[in-house]
């Protein structure tokens, strides 16, 4: 099931969260409430630089696709595919 369990403002697969306050933090000397405090804080500092990040690698895979599309049919050519790199901003 999809089930989830509540630790602060996440909800995390009971699976893990039984996992990380059982046999994890124990064995860390933490805390589960500032495990997941500061867990939650990380979280929701990189969330958004995140998904920019994966819309530049979305775009960046579209364009590399694009390329071995339209140079399906003629012979590889490894100094162009490295300019196309460099050109894309990927090298």
């Known amino acids: 099931m999809n089930q989830k369990t509540q630790q602060g403002t996440l909800q995390v697969d009971p699976l893990l969260a039984d996992f990380v306050n059982t046999q994890l ?19 929701e500092k990189f969330t958004s630089r995140n998904t920019a990040l ?4 979305d775009k960046l895979q579209a364009q590399i ?5 339209s140079h399906g049919e003629t012979p590889f050519d490894s100094g162009a595919y ?5 050109d894309s901003g990927y090298l």
């Open 82 to 86: 490295v300019q196309f790199l460099r």
């Open 65 to 69: 696709d694009e390329w071995h599309m």
């Open 25 to 43: 933090l124990p064995e860390l000397g933490l805390a589960e409430a500032d495990f997941w405090l500061g867990f939650e804080s990380i979280i």
């Open 54 to 57: 994966l819309a530049v690698r």
